[in-house]
């Protein structure tokens, strides 16, 4: 389908995502300097849940009929909002700057396009591969020339690996799975599977103390509207609207402007060969987001008992 048969706000999604969730990985990292990770988790997915109560019973949208489709609503909120955060978050607090794991996270197109042909069924052409591999070679540029100045801890590297799997798992589940809910019923029911998993473990092994500021509830705000309720609803409006893979090579627009957001809010530095290594990342996105005219797959039914 071509862009002029598109509505004007799927058209510009791609934008306001990339701005919305690149802004997140440093505006977390203020967040967590007031609270620890599973309690500002905690704090953020109950804030979304409240917020949209009020929607829900405005709006009214159609609930799920099926057993199998709740269960697949929260898998998916599971693996993003507890999985993906939980370790994204922990791996903050462990020293990994904003624009190290955004950088991790950028190698999720590399695991989309491996993965993509079997669990979500869509077809990988050539020029993709090229674009996503020209991608990984600028992510490895940036992980290198950042190391010098401080070198991500091996724990911080195995939370962020553990966070890139939670996020990939779950918008492959979500393709193969989603049901096209109405983005209300979708956020509340994902923020409440990843509130139902992290708050337990606030409970358990953090002394859950806030140090309410200004700064802090700014944050927060962020975190619940704009990273929670806006990025999160775009996010699964692009992958059903279009190929997983095209989607997730977004995700190397991420760093150079988690960086940004990094060096202004938390003065993280970042060398000149890092900036080139973004360059390159950048012009892998171009390639591997190019309109290219291939043979679409079709989705199988999923069977599930009535």
């Not at 911080?156 to 096209?180: A, N, Q």
């Amino acid at each position: 389908m071509k862009n002029m048969h598109k509505p004007t706000w799927l058209i510009m999604a791609p934008v306001a995502f990339t701005l919305l969730w690149a802004g997140g990985y440093g505006i977390a990292k203020v967040g967590l300097q007031y609270a620890e990770p599973m309690t500002l988790l905690s704090l953020r997915f109950s804030a979304v849940v409240i917020l949209l109560i009020p929607f829900y019973l405005f709006f009214k949208p159609a609930l799920p009929k099926r057993l199998n489709d709740w269960i697949h609503l929260i898998v998916v909120g599971v693996l993003v909002q507890a999985v993906y955060f939980g370790f994204c978050w922990w791996a903050f607090k462990t020293g990994v700057s904003a624009g190290v794991l955004a950088i991790f996270m950028s190698l999720q197109p590399i695991l989309i396009a491996i993965l993509a042909p079997k669990l979500a069924q869509e077809k990988v052409s050539w020029i993709r591969w090229f674009g996503l591999l020209l991608g990984l070679a600028g992510v490895l540029i940036v992980i290198i020339a950042r190391s010098d100045i401080e070198p991500p801890t091996l724990i911080g590297v195995g939370f962020s690996i553990l966070g890139l799997l939670g996020i990939t798992c779950g918008v492959l589940y979500e393709k193969r799975f989603g049901g096209g809910y109405h983005p209300i019923i979708t956020n509340m029911t994902q923020y409440a599977a990843g509130f139902a998993v992290v708050f337990p473990i606030a409970l358990t092994f953090e002394t859950m103390q806030v140090q309410w500021s200004g700064e802090f509830i700014a944050a927060l705000g962020y975190l619940v509207i704009g990273n929670s309720i806006l990025a999160m609803s775009l996010l699964l409006a692009m992958i059903r609207a279009g190929e997983v893979t095209r989607v997730s090579s977004l995700m190397f627009l991420v760093p150079p402007l988690a960086a940004l957001f990094g060096w202004f809010l938390l003065g993280e530095a970042m060398p000149p060969i890092a900036w080139a290594g973004m360059a390159v990342a950048a012009g892998g996105v171009a390639i591997a987001s190019r309109k290219i005219s291939e043979k679409k797959s079709t989705m199988p039914k999923l069977k599930t008992p009535n």
